[in-house]
């Protein structure tokens, strides 16, 4: 009777070392082994906006698809370090972004190539299921599936990357990809002009502090996050004058129903934004001489 | 007895794994309903969520992200119900203040989804909360398309 006692025990024991291993990876020590905890607030790093927003826009505006513009893939081989893979990573997935709006099937692949490489370069191509990106690049008349399954993709590598406690990862692909966007709109912004374009760029101060505030945060946790923040000075310094004003006036937002759709109308918001050419070329040179940087 | 004993730990350890299988809130059904709500009007899938309350342990889940002014986003949701019943969305601005909510209070009527015409570029907060439901998993997606 003893004996069995003792047995059910182990056995209860075991159901509740099953329960209680989610709760011993989250209380990780900050350092382990030779590995630095990075954990950083994700929900506000997912605020940033999508760069396929960008791209978007491009095209809806009339901008033709300009292979130039984007990251070769040739390049991946100068990416040694962990650092540059994760950078370089968000620049490729901003890039398919891009290629895919537009419906270049052929750079959407080269981009997925240069993806799968480096996900398996920093591990974590497990998160990324290359099997479905294929199924959905041989569905032609479907692009939004590609979109779909390649952003939700991205997605889970970043929710991997937080649950493994490497946020400073995370953060490089995501400022990867958002310099990339930068760099797309600014140089079609100075071949084409466009001021849909340029409110563009203008409101992407809002998304540079976010970068900002979550880099000020963390960037003592490791010499690249540092690296990272000192990078951005120089974009930083050329937002500086750049100014975006939104305006309330007292008449209530415009809301209804249509169908099972609520609809708002932020018709009682103006804006009114501060933004010169000479503002546009500083920016164009900062995130010229940062892209360089990354993808060099 | 002894026998008894192994069964008993036996049948409790199959029902704490059982138990935490059905816990798991998986979206991607979900997910998929959401960016159907997207082609009609042409929007551009940005974004998905994943909406788990928990099995009802938790009220709200709670994202930001920055909406640009000049692009009219979808949010769409799915949480089970053919009419989205029970998931309730909020959108908050900035200061947190209510935008705009996918739950009529004069109807008491749910929505499946909400439609922003954006004039202001900033943080927004998406909060999505559970009432008189017991679907507390689901899904929403952002899409966009240039106003």
């Not at chain 1, 398996?120 to 569905?139: E, T």
């Not at chain 1, 939004?144 to 490089?172: H, Y």
């Not at chain 1, 990867?176 to 409101?203: F, Q, V």
């Not at chain 2, 979206?27 to 969520?49: A, M, N």
């Amino acid at each position: 009777m003893i004996f069995s006692i003792k047995k059910i025990l182990v056995s209860f024991s075991l159901v509740f070392l099953l329960f209680s291993c989610k709760e011993e990876v989250k209380d990780k020590p900050k350092v382990e082994g030779n590995k630095v905890v990075v954990k950083i607030d994700f929900k506000a790093l997912e605020a940033v906006p999508n760069p396929i927003e960008i791209a978007s826009l491009m095209k809806d505006i009339g901008i033709a698809y300009d292979q130039n513009y984007i990251n070769h893939v040739d390049n991946i081989s100068k990416y040694d370090t962990d650092f540059k893979k994760a950078l370089n990573l968000g620049i490729y997935s901003t890039d398919l972004g891009y290629a895919n709006i537009y419906d270049q099937s052929q750079e959407s692949i080269n981009c997925i190539t240069a993806i799968r490489e480096l996900s398996q370069g920093l591990k974590i191509d497990s998160y990324f299921d290359f099997d479905n990106v294929k199924k959905a690049i041989d569905q032609r008349d479907n692009p939004q599936e590609l979109l779909k399954v390649t952003l939700t993709n991205l997605q889970k590598i970043n929710e991997g990357l937080d649950e493994e406690d490497r946020g400073d990862v995370t953060l490089f692909i995501i400022t990867g990809g958002w310099i990339e966007a930068l760099h797309l709109s600014c140089t079609a912004a100075k071949a084409k002009g466009k001021t849909e374009l340029l409110d563009k760029i203008a409101d992407q101060k809002i998304a540079l502090k976010q970068l900002i505030d979550i880099l000020d945060k963390n960037k003592d946790k490791n010499t690249h996050l540092a690296q990272l923040r000192t990078d951005l000075d120089e974009i930083v310094a050329a937002y500086a004058p750049v100014n975006v004003e939104s305006i309330e006036k007292d008449k209530p937002v415009a809301t209804k129903q249509v169908g099972d759709e609520v609809v708002v109308d932020q018709k009682n918001i103006e804006t009114k934004v501060n933004f010169t050419p000479e503002d546009l070329n500083k920016i164009i040179a900062a995130v010229d001489k940062m892209r360089a940087k990354i993808i060099g | 007895m002894k026998k008894i004993g192994y069964v008993f730990a036996m049948i409790v350890a199959l029902f704490a794994v059982t138990n935490n299988v059905v816990a798991q809130c998986d979206v991607t059904s979900y997910t998929s309903k959401c960016v159907e709500k997207l082609k009609p009007q042409s929007y551009r899938f940005v974004k998905s969520y994943k909406v788990d309350f928990q099995k009802g342990k938790v009220n709200d889940v709670e994202y930001s992200y920055v909406f640009s002014r000049g692009s009219t986003y979808l949010i769409t949701l799915s949480n089970g119900d053919a009419k989205t019943q029970g998931l309730r969305f909020t959108l908050l601005d900035t200061d947190k203040k209510a935008v705009v909510s996918s739950y009529i209070d004069e109807t008491k009527t749910f929505n499946s989804a909400v439609q922003l015409k954006c004039q202001r570029t900033g943080v927004y907060y998406l909060r999505y909360s559970h009432d008189k439901t017991s679907n507390y998993c689901g899904a929403s997606v952002i899409g966009m398309k240039r106003q």
